[in-house]
């Protein structure tokens, strides 16, 4: 087949030169410490929030505790959670780990983030906060949130998973929110192999964070129930490797992105950018008109090797351990005819002009 190419996932995780991860293994094996706040972590968390411009920040072993911690940290330990059901499991799934409900808002069809005038309907008096997602790093109307949240005195959760260096009217979108959270996965634009971190408003939110991600106590001196969260120095180590290239990434993305933009002439909707954000170029999603065509155009991508991913789906509110009363027509109906096509740095133009002659050609 004329078309033939070597196999191509939705991501292939970034990876800096080995000598310059070998460099801190040695420093790893020279002091022996290997975890629990050490040197390479703190070094790490210094360069980090400097980058991203934030303070209150907490490096931990991924983003899905991150947002449990984040729940603990805010005494949300019952009642319900306002949430989107168009995100990654995990969203939904750390609410319920957390032994809360949650409950689904419907999102916008532009942003695909929680549709903030549809929050306040869902408000009851054992509503506790509201957990949104700034899907594919576009952010959330953050400025209605905090104006629902103020009036019925609810703390706001960011899953800000995707949002990597994004920024919003010039500050860092983890700015926003009671905490916001990211993910640090191998799979996101800035990785840790795993990890993740927190980022409070408060300074007394950020000290029970920190205490809580360390088993609740320092030394002997035992404060409150945690759990273990803390990332371990090799972690630390491909963080301080990466963040070196994490401009180097997104400019990457980005130009992949505009290729995709002008191969695929307009053909599939897709989201808004907000006018005032500074994207990370973190996925490239595009809808099909509905699951039919999506379904061939994933067959005709599979025959060439060529395996995007269904993301998200299906919608959380359709999850078969959540008990929800909530119809999410929008979500449902996005969930159902949605791709994210292959992105990341090694992505070859030649390959996206195959992977856009395919899906222009869908009917
Ligand atoms: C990746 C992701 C998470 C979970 O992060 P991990 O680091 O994999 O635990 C949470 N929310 C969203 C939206 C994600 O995409």
Redesign the pocket.
């Known amino acids: 087949m004329k078309n033939k190419v070597d196999s191509i996932f939705v991501t292939k995780s970034f990876l800096p030169p080995i000598s310059e991860f070998n460099k801190y293994l040695d420093r790893i094996w020279k002091s022996s410490y290997l975890t629990n706040q050490g040197p390479l972590l703190k070094e790490f968390e210094e360069k980090i929030k400097k980058y991203l411009d934030v303070e209150n920040f907490h490096f931990v072993t991924?983003?899905?505790?991150?947002?449990q911690i984040a729940l603990r940290a805010l005494d949300i330990t019952e009642g319900e959670v306002i949430t989107t059901p168009f995100?990654?499991v995990?969203?939904t799934s750390?609410i319920l780990w957390e032994r809360c409900t949650p409950v689904f808002v419907d999102i916008e069809p532009n942003t695909f983030c929680i549709d903030a005038n549809k929050i306040e309907k869902s408000i009851t008096k054992n509503t506790k906060a509201i957990m949104a997602?700034h899907?594919f790093g576009y952010p959330c109307n953050v400025k209605k949130i905090n104006k629902i949240a103020t009036k019925y005195n609810l703390k706001v959760i960011y899953?800000a998973?995707?949002a990597f260096g994004v920024k919003y009217k010039g500050k860092s979108l983890l700015d926003y929110g009671d905490v916001s959270?990211c993910?640090?996965?191998a799979?996101?634009v800035f990785h840790t192999i795993?990890?993740?971190c927190l980022v409070a408003k408060s300074k007394t939110t950020s000290n029970k964070i920190d205490l809580i991600k360390r088993f609740g106590h320092y030394g002997d001196e035992h404060f409150s129930l945690g759990i273990n969260g803390k990332a371990s120095e090799f972690q630390a180590a491909m963080g301080l490797c990466n963040i070196k290239y994490v401009d180097q990434i997104i400019k990457k993305r980005k130009k992949i992105f505009s290729f995709y933009d002008k191969f695929l002439k307009g053909k599939f909707k897709r989201p808004k950018i907000n006018k005032d954000s500074e994207y990370n170029y973190s996925y490239y999603p595009i809808l099909f008109q509905h699951e039919n065509q999506l379904l061939r155009g994933v067959k005709e991508l599979n025959k060439n090797n060529i395996f995007p991913r269904r993301y998200?789906y299906p919608s959380l509110n359709k999850l078969p351990y959540v008990e929800s009363k909530q119809s999410c027509p929008v979500s449902e109906n996005i969930a159902s005819k949605i791709l994210c096509l292959p992105l990341f740095t090694e992505l070859d133009i030649n390959k996206v002009r195959i992977i856009c002659d395919i899906l222009t050609k869908i009917e």
């Open positions: 991924n983003g899905t505790i991150a947002l995100s990654y995990a969203t750390s997602v899907v899953d998973a995707h959270i993910s640090f996965h799979t996101k795993e990890g993740g998200f």
